[in-house]
């Protein structure tokens, strides 16, 4: 514990889930419980689900194995929603078991004005629920009818300031910038990309996001298909990966400081040093936040083609 009552570090677990076809909201616990336990024998206190982790549930749907490519936009809505009480105490009843933070990566839910969110959960050990909606959708999202988020949390794990940032939200450096600024010492970004192209731009933005605002980014991401609809189902794509600040203080040259080494479902962890984080931002061989000009961004007018362009406010 540092001096300052902040704890000096905080053992983290990556999961790279694979998505299967999960019949019933036991088979969902019980491969959750499967990957949390693992998670927690390799020392986890805090403990991240991919995005849209409860995808399988889709399997439910009493006619499964006839959806059509068209029919899948109604069978969400008459899915996943239902189940968000019982998803909810999933992760709670785990993080609760474990004694863990357990970020339940996200799930597709109807909100009480009648909207629909793609919804992170954060799980305490005590059992109260924290939640994030997604800020960023991509079309497929929006062709599912989803409305996107207007706020961003900070969310207190054993002292330590942790945000979720889904998937594409960790693209948008604006965000990830407000959050350090606010405190954030731990960035959690639940994904699922459904092409190799999806899962670069995120696996590059969570490195870039460590880069310069020198904070640690968690990203467990969503693998493999359950082949619903059959023949034009989402298919996963990425690795789990922690990364941290590139300096002298933490001697990781790439900034990867654990990865998935293959493209099964795995638990990958790290022990985070949030105290050396935070001195990295004083004190660093890295430019960094600390000369990061918000004055001169607030201010900043673009010369386009030659003559003042357009200020950036």
């Given at each position: 514990?540092?001096?300052?009552?902040?704890?000096?570090?905080?053992?983290?677990?990556?999961?790279?889930?694979?998505?299967?076809?999960?019949?019933?909201?036991?088979?969902?616990?019980?491969?959750?419980?499967?990957?949390?336990?693992?998670?927690?024998?390799?020392?986890?206190?805090?403990?991240?689900?991919?995005?849209?982790?409860?995808?399988?549930?889709?399997?439910?749907?009493?006619?499964?194995?006839?959806?059509?490519?068209?029919?899948?936009?109604?069978?969400?809505?008459?899915?996943?929603?239902?189940?968000?009480?019982?998803?909810?105490?999933?992760?709670?009843?785990?993080?609760?078991?474990?004694?863990?933070?357990l970020?339940?990566?996200?799930?597709?839910?109807?909100?009480?004005?009648?909207?629909?969110?793609?919804?992170?959960?954060?799980?305490h050990?005590?059992?109260?629920?924290?939640?994030?909606?997604?800020l960023?959708?991509?079309?497929?999202?929006?062709?599912?009818?989803?409305?996107?988020?207007?706020?961003?949390?900070?969310?207190?794990?054993?002292?330590?300031?942790?945000?979720?940032?889904?998937?594409?939200?960790?693209?948008?450096?604006?965000?990830?910038?407000?959050?350090?600024?606010?405190?954030?010492?731990v960035?959690?970004?639940?994904?699922?990309?459904?092409?190799?192209?999806?899962?670069?731009?995120?696996?590059?933005?969570?490195?870039a996001?460590?880069?310069?605002?020198?904070?640690?980014?968690?990203?467990?991401?969503?693998?493999?298909?359950?082949?619903?609809?059959?023949?034009?189902?989402?298919?996963?794509?990425?690795?789990?990966?922690?990364?941290?600040?590139?300096?002298?203080?933490?001697?990781?040259?790439?900034?990867?400081?654990?990865?998935?080494?293959?493209?099964?479902?795995?638990?990958?962890?790290?022990?985070?040093?949030?105290?050396?984080?935070?001195?990295?931002?004083?004190?660093?061989?890295?430019?960094?936040?600390?000369?990061?000009?918000?004055?001169l961004?607030?201010?900043?007018?673009?010369?386009?083609?030659?003559?003042?362009?357009?200020?950036?406010?």
């Open positions: 514990m540092s001096d300052a009552g902040i704890p000096a570090a905080l053992p983290v677990a990556a999961v790279q889930m694979e998505a299967r076809r999960e019949h019933s909201i036991d088979e969902f616990r019980a491969h959750v419980a499967d990957l949390v336990s693992e998670a927690v024998a390799q020392g986890a206190e805090l403990v991240l689900l991919p995005e849209l982790s409860t995808t399988g549930l889709l399997a439910t749907h009493p006619r499964v194995d006839e959806l059509t490519v068209k029919e899948v936009g109604q069978a969400w809505r008459d899915v996943f929603p239902a189940l968000t009480e019982q998803v909810t105490e999933v992760f709670r009843s785990l993080a609760v078991q474990h004694g863990v933070w970020a339940g990566g996200s799930h597709w839910r109807r909100a009480e004005d009648g909207s629909y969110r793609n919804t992170a959960y954060l799980a050990p005590d059992g109260r629920m924290d939640s994030q909606d997604k960023h959708l991509t079309w497929p999202e929006e062709d599912l009818g989803t409305t996107a988020g207007d706020r961003v949390g900070l969310f207190d794990v054993r002292g330590i300031k942790v945000a979720i940032q889904t998937c594409a939200d960790v693209e948008f450096a604006e965000v990830t910038r407000a959050l350090v600024t606010a405190g954030a010492d960035i959690l970004c639940p994904s699922m990309t459904w092409n190799s192209r999806g899962a670069s731009r995120v696996r590059a933005s969570c490195l996001r460590s880069v310069e605002q020198q904070v640690f980014v968690v990203q467990s991401p969503m693998i493999g298909s359950s082949d619903i609809p059959r023949g034009a189902a989402m298919f996963g794509k990425g690795r789990a990966r922690i990364t941290v600040p590139i300096d002298r203080s933490f001697g990781v040259n790439d900034g990867v400081v654990a990865e998935a080494r293959s493209t099964d479902e795995a638990v990958v962890t790290a022990t985070l040093d949030v105290e050396k984080a935070r001195r990295t931002r004083v004190d660093s061989d890295s430019i960094g936040v600390r000369h990061a000009r918000p004055e961004y607030r201010n900043l007018e673009v010369d386009v083609g030659g003559g003042i362009g357009v200020a950036l406010s």
